[in-house]
């Protein structure tokens, strides 16, 4: 339910990725925009995502650019006050044409409350969208805690306290919110990442993706170290020279700061014939490739971080019916249950064993498949968690 004035408008900032690519975020505004709330997007540009303003389903995008991705805590610095310096900018000029009634921060960085904070001296409501928690963040990329780490606390701090709600992606994060950030529990509201089953469509395989390999390990995300992408070649070096197994293609899809990297390691391990990495692509490419695999990984390390995060590429494998290998972290067991196998944490042998063990098992694998897809459908689709945004926003103007 919507306020019964004026509709109200809603300015979503998201700096991580460009939208409609950022698929969370397409989904929270298309959701509000369908029960009824007028929504505004200031996001970066991105490959296939140039065009600095676009009318999409009713929703206004506003892109700005920012210099190459960073990798370091300067490059980092640097991405994060430019695209400040161009949100704030864009805020002004949504601000004097059309007006708004909320600022929706979407982080990281959690330094756009600075945004949030100037406004609210206007009365404008500021809603905080936690999909990472930053300071566990800072210490899995860099293992420090020094100056930006403290400045990284703060900020979330500032949010906590200048949010009038907080949406948390697991429980996981509304504990945070509640105990480090001291919201009140009843202003936390869980909204999880459901995939959106009308745009992750089961479809025959694309065979010639293989390169005429028996078996077929996909994976789909960031490419950064913290996704542990190291772990997933470190294994698949072993099943190659230990196991003496030359009849599986690696297929990776999707971009980042570590691809490079990742490539020249792929390389030093000889491992070119059976590795390919797309980088970023289109729904379209993403699909193909993993409705080709016969299971799929995430790599992705035990750290604070990651232990407490719910990754979204666990709930589209799941909705594709593709049984799964990971390590045993806390939030991706939560969501994977039984559609996943669990390698011993950040030990890439066991990984690779756990990999062996499901590819050389069929029935297990389309059983795992099958309670994966049955979980999606049932309990953790977009149509179902999208009712809990829905609640924030009625909530927040004081209708339940």
Sequence with gaps: MVYAGKRKHVLIIVENLPVPFDTRVWQEATALTEAGYKISIICPTGKGYEKKFELLNNITIYRHSLPKEGNRTLGYLIEYSAALFW???????????????????????????????????????????????????????????????KLLLLFEKLTFKFADVSIATNESYKEIAVNRGKMPPDKVFVVRSGPDLNRLKIQPPNKT????????????????????????????????????RNDIFFGIVGGGPYLEEAKRKCKDYGLDEIF???GRVSDE???????????????????????????????EYMALG???????????????????LYAQNNNSIDLAEKILFLLDNKELREQMGEYGKNRIYQELKWD?????????????????
């Design 384 to 400: 179902k968690t999208k009712l809990n945004l829905i609640q924030v926003y009625d909530f927040l103007f004081c209708f339940s």
């Design 276 to 278: 390919e990495f797309t």
């Design 87 to 149: 949100e704030f900018l864009l805020s002004l000029k949504i601000f004097f044409k059309e007006g708004f009634d909320v600022i929706h921060a979407c982080n990281p960085p959690d330094n756009i409350v600075l945004i949030g904070a100037f406004y609210k001296l206007f009365g404008k409501k500021f809603v905080f969208d936690h999909h990472d928690i930053n300071p566990e963040l800072y210490i899995a990329k860099f293992n420090k805690k020094d100056f930006f780490y």
């Design 209 to 244: 993706i293989k390169r005429n390999k028996k078996y077929m390990v996909g994976y789909v995300g960031v490419i950064g170290k913290q996704e542990g992408i190291d772990y997933l070649l470190e294994a698949a070096k072993y099943i190659k020279e230990v196991k003496a």
């Design 322 to 340: 593709k049984p799964i290998v990971q390590f045993d972290l806390k939030e991706g067991r939560y969501s994977a249950q039984e559609a996943s």
């Design 285 to 315: 490419k993403m699909l193909e490739y993993l409705n080709t695999a016969d299971i799929c990984v995430n790599p992705d390390e035990y750290n604070e971080m990651n232990d407490k995060s719910t990754m979204n590429k666990i709930l």
